[in-house]
């Protein structure tokens, strides 16, 4: 038996296989699903890891047993089960531990319209309602259907973002053997693009690197990629192909923040007037590029289920984060980084200039990145912070601590899970922004000495 209560997080559930989870908790997992959503169907998807395929059979063991009937997709990645979701109009669970690495899996879920499941929205209840379930007996006995759905799932991406007359494209494609090299393909298939693969073997033991854009050095073997094949740009995906990171011609990182602010204006030109979601920690560049194209920015604090319900609040078409997770009205106002990495595609595919040229337009600042700092006493140092900053700055707590001067911000916040402070600076001057992030470091990490 897993550790229900450990596996559990605010947005998914997540652990090491089998100490944490294993199987028949998944499939008493399957059977408080059901009991929580009312569900009479379920869609099912699985990454590559050696154990989704097993921990999805249990799930569907408990779903089948509550009477309810599974649409099994089989491998796919996470937008897929959201496309699933969406278009079918059921409930669905996606088995994946994301760019996590090989020895854990865990389930995202969601409600039918691709609409996420938390630790506020049921995701506690089945976790309570779980744990009663365990070994328990099959009540009923529901029906299992298989569906290829990935060339729906393309036919739906090509349909958002139209490639088909884009000049033609060199690109290298990182999938970090996971889910990227599955899809991927059926999306590209007869466009005009040349496809460099770079490791698309579906291997959950990530045998070449982490399947995770996040750090530099899992975009180094890209990097080097593109330079070597001359390519117009470069893509990489995280394990479950949900995040996708931007390599220029140049094998420079494109920050998700210019990503964000090109897919921005390229909705706007379509929805005049929009408004567009962005999170706290996004380059300032963000909202004025918004405005500049007539849209409304909307902030929100860090993380999905927060952008989600803003952009279901406000009906925004499009929402962007650091963490390269983007979110679209027209995909159920879920996140795709296949659809956002299309989108540049197209921005570039449009016009004859080289993706750092398009993408210069879009970076107004210099932006320290996230950086971790371990702090036994997280209070106290944003107090210190606080102190030394408090005649410098406007003050707003929305997500932590975020200190905005002139031309300048920062923002300091607590990680839920870890004692770590996170910081994000960024200056228009890339000096300044130095001097603050150094600065700020320099309180905090004597603090925790």
């Given at each position: ?48 890891r050696e154990s989704s395929a097993p921990l ?276 159920w106002f879920a996140d795709s980084g296949l ?42 140092a944003l107090a210190r912070v606080r102190q ?62």
């Open positions: 038996m897993g550790d229900l209560a450990k596996i559990f997080k605010a947005y998914d559930v997540r652990g090491v296989v089998p100490d944490e989870l294993d199987e028949p908790t998944a499939e008493a997992v399957g059977a408080a699903f059901v009991e929580v959503t009312g569900a009479r169907s379920v869609v099912v998807a699985h990454d590559m999805a059979a249990a799930f569907v063991r408990g779903v089948t047993g509550r009477g309810a009937d599974v649409v099994h997709a089989g491998l796919g990645s996470t937008d897929l089960l959201y496309y699933a979701s969406g278009s079918l109009g059921l409930p669905g669970v996606m088995f994946t531990a994301s760019h996590n690495p090989a020895q854990y899996n865990g389930m995202k879920m969601c409600r039918a319209g691709a609409v996420p499941i938390g630790s506020d929205s049921g995701l506690t209840q089945i976790r309570d309602l779980a744990a009663e379930l365990v070994g328990g007996a099959a009540v009923a006995k529901g029906s299992v259907i298989e569906k290829d759905l990935l060339q729906g799932y393309a036919d739906h991406l090509r349909k958002l973002v139209d490639l088909s007359a884009i000049r033609p494209l060199k690109v290298v494609v990182d999938a970090g053997n996971g889910m990227g090299g599955h899809t991927v393909p059926a999306v590209f298939d007869g466009l005009p693009i040349e496809l460099t693969p770079l490791y698309f073997e579906l291997d959950g033991s990530f045998p070449n690197h982490e399947a995770n854009p996040l750090e530099p050095a899992n975009l180094r073997d890209l990097q080097k990629a593109v330079l070597a094949a001359g390519a117009d740009l470069g893509l990489a995906f995280d394990g479950d192909a949900d995040r996708c990171w931007v390599i220029d011609e140049r094998g420079e990182s494109v920050s998700p923040s210019a990503v964000t602010a090109l897919v921005a204006a390229r909705e706007l030109a379509k929805h005049p007037g929009a408004t567009i979601i962005h999170n706290l920690i996004t380059s300032l560049g963000v909202p004025e590029i918004v405005r500049e194209h007539g849209g409304e920015p909307v902030r929100t604090r860090v993380g999905h289920s927060f952008i989600k319900a803003e952009m279901a609040r406000t009906g925004a078409v499009f929402g962007g984060e650091h963490s390269a997770h983007y979110y679209f009205r027209d995909f659809l956002a990495a299309m989108h540049v595609l197209a921005a570039l595919g449009e016009q004859a200039r080289p993706l750092s040229e398009v993408v210069s337009a879009y970076s107004r600042y210099h932006a320290s990145g996230e950086i971790n700092s371990t702090v036994a006493d997280q209070r106290d030394a900053f408090a005649s410098r700055g406007a003050f707003d707590e929305l997500d932590g601590l975020t200190v905005s001067g002139s031309g300048w911000w920062f923002n300091l916040r607590a990680s839920n899970t870890e004692p770590l402070l996170r910081l994000n600076a960024e200056a228009a001057d890339e000096t300044e922004m130095t001097a603050i992030r150094d600065e700020v470091l320099a309180i905090v990490r004597r603090v925790s000495e």
